[in-house]
C-alpha cells in the first residue's frame, strides 16, 4: 500500500528558533499533501493544503507566515514552523492523495511530535 | 459548521468482548463518513466507509452503519483482539469535497 513517512518523528527546539518537518511519499506520486495539528485528546485539525507547484491553502485562524509549507515535488512537502513558541507545542501530521483520487483517499504519516521549550 | 463527536475513551475491553464506539455528526447534507485507525507508530489507515444513508461500511470484522435519522455512524465488532488495540477516528467529508473533519479519537486498549 501507499506509504507516507515524516521525519523527523520528534524534536525539540528552542523558543525563537525555526523547525522543519518533512513530509514524503514513497511510492506513489503525492499531488497533494494536507497537514494537520493535533492538540492532547483533541481532533486532527487541517492546517492547510497544498497542490504541487502551488501555494499552499491554509485554513482559516492559521498564520501562513509562521507555518510555511512547500511542496516543491511530487514526493516531498516540508512545513517549517518559524519562529516557534511553546504553544507550537503539538503533534504533526501530515497526509498525500494522488492523481484522480477524492479528499478521503489520503494516506497518512506517522506524525511528528514538536516540543518547544 | 461540520463536526463530529464521538465517545470518550479510553476503552478497556477483555478479548472476545464486544466493542462498541459511538459517533454522531453535524453536518449540511449527508455527508460521506468514515473510520479511521491509528496503531502505535503509524499513520492513521482507513478502516471503512459509508457513503450515503443505510450504507454498511465493514472490515477486518469492524462494522458500520450510516443512520441519517440519528446522524450516527457507530463502529461495532463483535469480538476484538489484542491487535486491535489502536485510536480510533470517526471522520466525514466536508460538503465541498475538499477536506475531512475528525472526531477527537477515542483508544481502545484489549488484553488478553
Known amino acids: 500500500g501507499a506509504v507516507v513517512s515524516q521525519h523527523p518523528s520528534w524534536v525539540i527546539c528552542k523558543s525563537g528558533t525555526s523547525v522543519k518537518i518533512e513530509c514524503r511519499s514513497l511510492?506513489?506520486?503525492?499531488?497533494?499533501m494536507f497537514w494537520y495539528r493535533q492538540f492532547p485528546k483533541q481532533s486532527l485539525m487541517l492546517m492547510a493544503t497544498?497542490?504541487?507547484?502551488?501555494?499552499?491553502?491554509?485554513e482559516q485562524g492559521v498564520e501562513k507566515d509562521k507555518f510555511l509549507i512547500n511542496h516543491a515535488s511530487l514526493t516531498l512537502s516540508t512545513l517549517t514552523v518559524t519562529s516557534a513558541h511553546p504553544e507550537d507545542s503539538s503533534f504533526y501530521i501530515c497526509?498525500?492523495?494522488?492523481?484522480?483520487?477524492?479528499?478521503?483517499?489520503?494516506?497518512f504519516g506517522p506524525g511528528t511530535r514538536l516540543t518547544v521549550t | 459548521g461540520d463536526s463530529v463527536t464521538q465517545m470518550e475513551g479510553p476503552v478497556t475491553l477483555s478479548e472476545e468482548a464486544f466493542l462498541t464506539i459511538n459517533c454522531t455528526y453535524t453536518?449540511?447534507?449527508?455527508?460521506?463518513l468514515f473510520w479511521y485507525v491509528q496503531y502505535p507508530g503509524e499513520g492513521l489507515q482507513l478502516l471503512l466507509k459509508?457513503?450515503?444513508?443505510?450504507d454498511k461500511g465493514s472490515n477486518k470484522g469492524f462494522e458500520a452503519t450510516y443512520r441519517k435519522e440519528t446522524t450516527s455512524f457507530h463502529l461495532e465488532k463483535g469480538s476484538v483482539q489484542v491487535s486491535d488495540s489502536a485510536v480510533y477516528f470517526c471522520?466525514?467529508?466536508?460538503?465541498?469535497?475538499?477536506?475531512?473533519?475528525f472526531g477527537k479519537g477515542t483508544t481502545l486498549s484489549v488484553s488478553s
Open positions: 497526509s498525500a492523495r494522488g492523481p484522480g483520487q477524492g479528499a478521503w483517499e489520503q494516506y
Open positions: 511510492d506513489f506520486q503525492a499531488t497533494t
Open positions: 497544498s497542490n504541487e507547484g502551488s501555494k499552499a491553502t491554509y
Open positions: 453536518a449540511t447534507g449527508y455527508p460521506s
Open positions: 459509508a457513503t450515503k444513508a443505510d
Open positions: 471522520a466525514l467529508l466536508n460538503q465541498a469535497g475538499t477536506a475531512l473533519i
